[in-house]
């Protein structure tokens, strides 16, 4: 017999019956996308449907319900406002962030890792936590109940997004590059916006979506800072939901529906611009000043 015989039959062969852990991690995976899409399929035939009662499908189907949904609960104005507290959310997140991240990511100075633990904080509890003291403040002052109380309280967790994002993007760039153009007589302003900005269109960018996904998903920070002419689609749709029996639960099925569309169409690119594990590996790489 030869050696390559004696060599493929000492070779280990692999297990092809899974663990009793796997079996039950992958059942329980199982469990809760059955259970998810089932939810979400429920919703989705209930706001087509005329009448459901007793039985596996409505009596009929329509589209009447998302008409209803538009007018009842005047949907173009609570998208044009959320989406007016988006691009502010965006654009003020991106102004304040960007230029924070280029300091964080160029320069070292003591306690720079508490920095870094303070932006983290917002993002890693719950909003709630901080929200209700928030609101009291923004009260206070005569900021909450309108567009730009909503848009202060979002800021709050979105521009230690925006740093937290934008700093692997610039850390990436070589400082040889800045030098280079410094020695040529450019300034700081010059550098930052000829130089580098170009170069971080793809980080910008992909802040920029993660932001929006965020802010338009915002309940918490929303619903406590918002008054009745700057609510968003997801505050409107949770009241419509408390308010039961007063209008039709297809109508707030639909209205749910196309929060859901437009929820997943933004994820969807946002996926497409951004890895979600760089954030994890920023902390994770982060040297000790």
């Known amino acids: ?30 469990f809760f996308l059955v259970g ?4 979400i399929g429920s919703v989705l035939v209930n706001s087509f449907g005329t009448r459901w009662f007793g039985g596996w499908f409505p009596e009929g189907f329509t589209t009447n ?9 005047g949907l173009a104005d609570l998208i044009l406002v959320t989406v007016e507290v988006s691009v502010a ?12 991240a ?25 909003p709630i936590t901080y929200g209700i003291p928030l609101a009291t403040v923004l009260y206070k ?23 937290l994002t934008m700093t692997p993007f610039i850390e990436q ?19 930052f916006l000829r130089i580098l900005t170009p170069l971080l269109v793809p980080g910008i960018l992909a802040a920029a979506i993660l932001v929006l996904v965020r802010t338009v998903g915002m309940f918490e920070l929303t619903f406590l800072t918002a008054g009745p002419d700057s609510q968003t689609l997801i505050v409107a749709l949770f009241y ?39 954030l994890v590996a920023r902390v994770k790489e982060e040297p000790e000043p």
């Open 1 to 30: 017999m030869s050696t390559l015989g004696l060599a493929g039959r000492s070779r280990p062969r692999r297990r092809l019956v899974a663990s009793p852990g796997a079996w039950v991690t992958w059942g329980a995976v199982a």
């Open 36 to 39: 998810l899409l089932g939810v």
């Open 65 to 73: 319900w998302y008409a209803d949904a538009w007018q009842q609960f």
């Open 89 to 100: 959310v965006v654009a003020l997140s991106l102004v304040i962030g960007v230029p924070a």
């Open 102 to 126: 280029y300091v964080l990511a160029r320069r070292d100075f003591p306690g720079k890792r508490l920095v870094y633990l303070a932006f983290l904080l917002p993002i890693l509890m719950p």
């Open 141 to 163: 002052f005569g900021f909450a109940g309108n567009l730009s109380g909503v848009i202060l309280a979002n800021l709050v967790p979105s521009v230690p997004f925006v740093i």
């Open 173 to 191: 760039i070589d400082p040889a590059i800045e030098r280079a153009a410094r020695m040529c007589g450019a300034g700081m302003r010059a550098v």
């Open 240 to 278: 419509s939901m408390s308010a039961a029996g007063i209008r039709a639960q297809q109508s707030v099925d639909a209205m749910a529906v196309l929060y859901m569309a437009m929820m997943l169409v933004l994820l969807v690119i946002a996926m497409r611009f951004v890895n979600p594990t760089q």
